[in-house]
Structure formats: structure tokens, C-alpha cells
């Protein structure tokens, strides 16, 4: 069986997989990609979702150059609303304070794409596709995954292969998880009022309701809707036609975008979280959604991943110009230790996020309307909550 010889073994070329393999790339390692589906192509791309960047993910794609290349695809968030289901109670943020944008919205098929464009021209990177890894062992100090009809000898794996990390499965690390048995239904659409660069989370009973605005297409304004509701609801709402599911969305928005004129793309996500019981095993690092995943009503999973990237590529730098090897247990314990905290951080907060908005009865009701209160008034409290939204906290 073939063998192939690598400093890293990066299992999962998904939106944390490629954005590791690039930034690890520009320090000298030798890198290969296994990843399962087809090599990717921006046609076929079928996620038609978008992500909310924050300003500290846009600062490091800044330094490992990247931005550059979704940065014309980018709709920047300028303001955002939060608003009570009785429509009354809201809270404004702005950008003002630091003068900067909020966050930016891009569809996740320009991310992939500048990051494979990218990697293309890294002659240091070797990626296989349409391959997944069978088994895992150990060869004294380095790291052996097999495949179909090849092995990869590496000093490192990192598991950036999503939630349901089949690393994970093999090595039986244990995990934290939480089926909300609800589903998000990811709608791309047309509307007939500027977003003006506003983003506006409704907080329903069995969910909220994201409007993110997105890039004009020629002259049409464009945004996206992330709801998340009852399984039953979900199945239900995309079985309709797109004329009743656009009025049903038009009484529950009140008009903040005008009127949806044209559904362009819809997707259902079933959600789920977890957070595995630690981020590494033997010469293994779990990285992204593999090692946490979050209910995204706070539209944070990748740029907590992209923490994650960062994290391990200034460990990676700082080993590499003291010439020690990467991958030992000391090495694997510094990631850990910089990463699990805020991990278990956003786990809680999504989750108790999620469980207050459900609470429906009078006592509640009267809490919830006094906390948005004291937030909107409070300027101290608005900072805190913007700047980690941003993530520059
Ligand atoms: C509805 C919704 C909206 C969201 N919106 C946002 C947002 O606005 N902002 C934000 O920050 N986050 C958001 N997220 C979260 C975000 O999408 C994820 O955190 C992110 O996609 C995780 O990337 P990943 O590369 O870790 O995992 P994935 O995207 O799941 O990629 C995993 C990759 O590994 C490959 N793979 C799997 N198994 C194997 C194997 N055995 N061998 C080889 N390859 C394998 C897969 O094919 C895939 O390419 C949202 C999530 C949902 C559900």
C-alpha cells in the first residue's frame, strides 16, 4: 500500500478544513487534505447558506490574505435589531462606537472558494478527494491514517472533518450533545425595500428568525432568513408553495425589508449542538464543527472554528522558530487549553439564549421585557454584547 510522508494530516476540506490547510500552508508545512466529497467546484456547490463573518475572523483572513478575495462578495452589517415577539420590545446596536462593521454577510460558496482557489497554487499541500479515513494507528511518534488504497504518515491529524466527526467515532473521544429536534429552513430571497445594511433577529416562541442582509444582485435587494422552528413546522412551511411560504414570512416580519417578491433558494439544517469532553487524543487535534457545534442563533459555529485556526497557527508558528516538532502532548495540551474555554462558553450561552425566548408565560414574559429593557438603556451592557458578537472581546 502506498505511503504518503506529511507534517500535517488535515481529515475534512470543509470551511475550517480549507482555512487550516491555507494558513498552516504559509508557514512551510508539508500538508495533506483528505476529504470525502468530490474536489470542489463553485457550480456544483449545493450549501446555499450564508455566514455572518466577524471583525476578529475578518482580521485574521486579513493576515493570512484571504480577505482580499471574498471581500467583493461581502454585504457589511451596519446596524442590527433584536426584537421581542411583541414587536414593542427591541434592542438597537450600531457600529458607531468603534467604527467599524458589525459583522459581514457572504455566501459560504465564495468562502470555499477563495480558500481553494488559494490553495491550488500551494505546492506544499497535497489534497485527495473522494477519500475518507478507515483506521487510525501509531507508528512510534508519528500518526498513521489509512484509506481505501493509501496511508498518510504525519507528525499531527486535524480533525476538522464537521459534527459528525468520523475521527471522533474511531478514536471514541466522548461528547457532550443536545438534539433540539428543530430545524433551521435557510431561505435566499428578493425583497422590495433596502435592507440598509441592518440585520434583524425576531425571537419567537419555538425560534428566532434571522434576516441577514445580503449583496444587491444587479438591481435587486437580496437577503437571507435563517428560522429555526419545530421539526413539524419546518417539514410543513417548505412543502408549500413559494407564494404562501413568502406571506406567511411577510406577516411575521411586519415589512422591516418591505415585501419577499421572489424566493431564490431554500434549504432545511436540522439543529443539534455538542462539545466533545476535550480538543485532542494522541498526536490528534479536533478543530471546527468536530469539536463543537452550536445552535446558530447567535451565527457564531465557524468564526468560533476560525478562533480555533488561529489558535493552532500561532502554536504552529511559535514551534516552528523554536525548531521543536508539532504534535506532541504538550503541544496538543496548549491548544486545549486556549480553546475548550470559549468553546464551552458559546455552548452555554446559544443553549440559555435559545431557553429563555422559548419561555412563554406571565412572570417570564415580564422578565424578558425588563432584561431587553435594561439592555437597550444600558450603554455598557450594548458594548459588551457587540464587541462579542464581533468577536474582538
Ligand atoms: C443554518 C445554519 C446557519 C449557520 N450560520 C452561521 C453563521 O452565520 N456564522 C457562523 O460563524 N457559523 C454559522 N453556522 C455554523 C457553520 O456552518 C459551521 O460551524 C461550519 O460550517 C463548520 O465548518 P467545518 O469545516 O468544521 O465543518 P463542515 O462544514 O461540516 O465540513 C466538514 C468537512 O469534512 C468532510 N468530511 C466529513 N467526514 C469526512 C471523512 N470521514 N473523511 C474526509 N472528509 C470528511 C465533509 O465532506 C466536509 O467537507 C451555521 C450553521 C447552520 C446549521
Redesign the pocket.
Known amino acids: 500500500m502506498k505511503e504518503i510522508l506529511s507534517n500535517l494530516n488535515i ?7 480549507a482555512a487550516l490547510a491555507y494558513s498552516l500552508s504559509k508557514l512551510g508545512n508539508n500538508i495533506v487534505v ?4 468530490p474536489k470542489f467546484d463553485h457550480k456544483k456547490f449545493l450549501d446555499k ?4 463573518i466577524s471583525e476578529g475572523t475578518k482580521n485574521f483572513l486579513e493576515e493570512i490574505s484571504i480577505w482580499n478575495e471574498i471581500k467583493y462578495h461581502v454585504e457589511p452589517i451596519k446596524k442590527i435589531q433584536i426584537i421581542d415577539r411583541n414587536q414593542s420590545n427591541k434592542i438597537y446596536f450600531d457600529n458607531q462606537r468603534r467604527n467599524s462593521n458589525l459583522g459581514y454577510i457572504v455566501k459560504n460558496e465564495f468562502i470555499l472558494d477563495a480558500l481553494y482557489k488559494k490553495l491550488q497554487k500551494q505546492r506544499n499541500v497535497k489534497i485527495f478527494n473522494n ?3 478507515k483506521d487510525i494507528f501509531y507508528e512510534g511518534s508519528r500518526i498513521v491514517t489509512k484509506q481505501n488504497n493509501f496511508t498518510v504518515n504525519s507528525n499531527l491529524l486535524l480533525a ?4 459528525n ?2 475521527i471522533r467515532k474511531i478514536l471514541r473521544t466522548p461528547i457532550y450533545s443536545k438534539d433540539y429536534k428543530k430545524k ?1 429552513i ?1 431561505i435566499n430571497f428578493y425583497h422590495s425595500k433596502s435592507h440598509q445594511n441592518t440585520a434583524y433577529e425576531f425571537f419567537f416562541k419555538n425560534g428566532p428568525l434571522a434576516i441577514l442582509p445580503m449583496q444587491k444582485n444587479k438591481n435587486s435587494f437580496q437577503s437571507s432568513i ?1 428560522w429555526t422552528n419545530t421539526n413539524e413546522f419546518i417539514n410543513s412551511l417548505i412543502s408549500l408553495d413559494d407564494n404562501k411560504i413568502m406571506s406567511i414570512i411577510n406577516e411575521k416580519i411586519k415589512g422591516s425589508i418591505g415585501e419577499l417578491k421572489k424566493i431564490i433558494t431554500k434549504q432545511t ?1 436540522p ?1 443539534s449542538a455538542h462539545l466533545n469532553s476535550k480538543f485532542f487524543e494522541n498526536r490528534i487535534i479536533y478543530i ?3 469539536a463543537h ?1 452550536f445552535h ?1 442563533i447567535a ?5 468560533l ?1 476560525m478562533q480555533d485556526v488561529e489558535s493552532l497557527y500561532n502554536l504552529v508558528k511559535k514551534y516552528n522558530s523554536l525548531g521543536i516538532e508539532l504534535g506532541d502532548e504538550i503541544f496538543c495540551k496548549e491548544f486545549q487549553k486556549n480553546n475548550f474555554f470559549k468553546a464551552y462558553r458559546l455552548y452555554q450561552i446559544t443553549d440559555k439564549v435559545d431557553s429563555v425566548f422559548k419561555l412563554d408565560n406571565a412572570i417570564f414574559n415580564h422578565a424578558r421585557f425588563s432584561t431587553i429593557n435594561l439592555i437597550e438603556k444600558s450603554k455598557k451592557l450594548k458594548n459588551k454584547i457587540s464587541d462579542f458578537a464581533m468577536g474582538v472581546n
Do not use: M
Not at 476538522?160 to 459534527?163: A, L, Q, R
Open positions: 481529515v475534512g476540506g470543509g470551511l475550517i478544513g483528505l476529504e470525502q466529497k447558506r450564508t455566514t455572518a477519500v475518507s479515513v476538522s472533518d464537521g459534527k466527526s468520523s433551521a435557510v435563517v439544517f439543529l471546527g464543527d468536530s457545534s446558530p451565527g457564531q459555529g465557524w468564526n472554528g
